[in-house]
């Protein structure tokens, strides 16, 4: 006796179908498997499923299957396959395909994979080393020598009560072991340290206080949103870029989706669109490019 998925999970007709179009992409662009590298693992009425097969649907089916050790998974994976060979054929012999449904959501599904195939093709062709690296410089030249400054804070709700802590270290009390005790802000924990942040990413009055300080200095009461601060300056120095290979794979993602967002743009453009839902000049404005409005950018 086979494990399989709950049903409701198995013949989620929609779900499926869109994750149909993760599965085929996933492999649109790989090379061909040998024999070898690609065994079959079953065969329902005469039908294979292939190893690659398991790999595809496991991509799809990811989430459910996160906490599942290996076995488990390629089990559950392979009995998920078996059930939608048998399942399938049976919609096969009622016809199913032959309804209208049926082949709206089958078009549906072609133009998507289609986009998604294409779309993939030249984020792979535009992420080039050379490009990649361009980005980086870039974005690097806009970070290094911001200041950047590392400092802890105590967060009480009154002034009154700010008071009584800037009173507590001017007598020699460890402003870590006191943000522990005294402090409301959830990283008191950490005796109150921030870390290294920069001017734009903390609230004016504290980015203010914080950065006039110089190291080892302790602030007055600060009012902020959040209520009463008592802040001291660790450290502080100039920021520098990441290395490249620390941010590698945020800038493929962002050089991927650019090129497609601009080869859509560039295909709107060239491409004749009617809107018939609305007046004529709207239908015209939302005829032109909307990079980031396009369809999701396909994987690669």
């Not at 009425?45 to 190893?51: D, L, Q, S, W």
């Not at 799809?60 to 089990?75: F, V, Y």
């Not at 361009?134 to 009560?161: N, P």
């Not at 990413?201 to 980015?207: C, I, T």
């Amino acid at each position: 006796m086979t494990t399989s998925f709950p049903a409701t999970q198995r013949f989620r007709y929609a779900s499926a179908l869109a994750g149909s179009l993760a599965l085929a992409l996933s492999l649109a662009f790989a090379g061909p498997l040998r024999a070898a590298d690609d065994p079959v693992l079953a065969k329902v009425n005469g039908a294979e499923i292939k190893k690659s097969d398991v790999t595809m649907a496991e991509e799809e089916l990811g989430p459910s299957l996160a906490q599942m050790d290996p076995a488990t998974k390629d089990e559950n994976v392979l009995s998920f396959l078996i059930d939608m060979k048998i399942v399938s054929k049976a919609a096969e012999d009622r016809k199913i395909a032959d309804s209208e449904e049926f082949k709206k959501r089958l078009a549906f599904a072609r133009n998507r994979l289609l986009m998604d195939s294409l779309l993939a093709g030249e984020g792979k062709a535009a992420t080039t080393p050379d490009a990649m690296k361009k980005v980086y410089e870039e974005a690097a030249k806009q970070i290094t020598g911001e200041q950047e400054v590392r400092a802890r804070h105590i967060l009480v709700e009154t002034e009154d009560e700010a008071k009584a802590v800037k009173a507590e270290l001017e007598k020699g009390a460890d402003f870590a072991e006191l943000a522990k005790k005294k402090s409301k802000d959830p990283g008191s924990a950490d005796g109150g340290d921030l870390g290294f942040f920069t001017k734009e990413q903390m609230v004016p009055e504290f980015s203010a206080v914080a950065f006039s300080l110089e190291p080892g200095k302790i602030s007055d009461p600060v009012k902020s949103q959040f209520g009463w601060h008592i802040i001291k300056v660790e450290e502080k120095r100039n920021r520098k870029a990441p290395d490249f290979e620390q941010v590698k794979a945020q800038i493929e993602q962002y050089v991927t989706r650019k090129a497609q967002a601009e080869y859509v743009a560039k295909l709107r453009t060239e491409a004749k669109v009617e809107r018939l839902d609305q007046p004529a000049a709207d239908a015209s404005k939302d005829a032109k490019p909307s990079d980031s409005k396009m369809a999701p950018p396909a994987k690669k």
